[in-house]
């Protein structure tokens, strides 16, 4: 379904587990700021909302996307860290530079989640241009960081 035709911060919220003693990894890429400031907004007020502890989330900044993967390899690997979100927003320019970093991307987030058995979640918008992705970082089509957060949650009560 297109993201056009669901809001991305309308989620079920049944079958919730207790989250105040799970510790959350946020990765936030510094490119296209004004979005992931607002995506990482998203994820934390998701968190606090379903009650994880603000002492519980452990912010990290990265350069852009395309560092997400082996960042989230850094964090994944520490015991301590029971789930990682990783923020980003790649923009289609005029080359086919989009096509490879977002490739990367969502393969090596994969990656991490199945080497370190912890839910590793993909919150990286890939729009077309600066309107889709005000869109979905708390526009019109909601916020892609509230559905990353809730993602990790579920994924921690499989
Ligand atoms: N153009 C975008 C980038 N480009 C930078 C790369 O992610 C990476 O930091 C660089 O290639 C050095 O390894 N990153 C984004 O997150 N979003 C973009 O639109
Ligand atoms: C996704 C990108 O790296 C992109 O913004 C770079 O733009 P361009 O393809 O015009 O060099």
Redesign the pocket.
Known sequence: MATSLKNLSQYSDKNIIDIKSKKFGILVSE?NEEITESLFSGAVDTLLKHGAQKENIFRKNVP?SFELPLAAQWLAAMEEIDAVICIGC?????????DF??DAVANGITNVGLKYNKPVIFGVLTPNNQQQALDRAGGKHGNKGDEAAITAIKMLGF
Do not use: L, S
């Not at 790649?90 to 989009?98: D, K, L, Y």
């Open positions: 490119w852009g790649v923009i289609q320019g005029e080359t086919r530079h989009f970093i977002c």
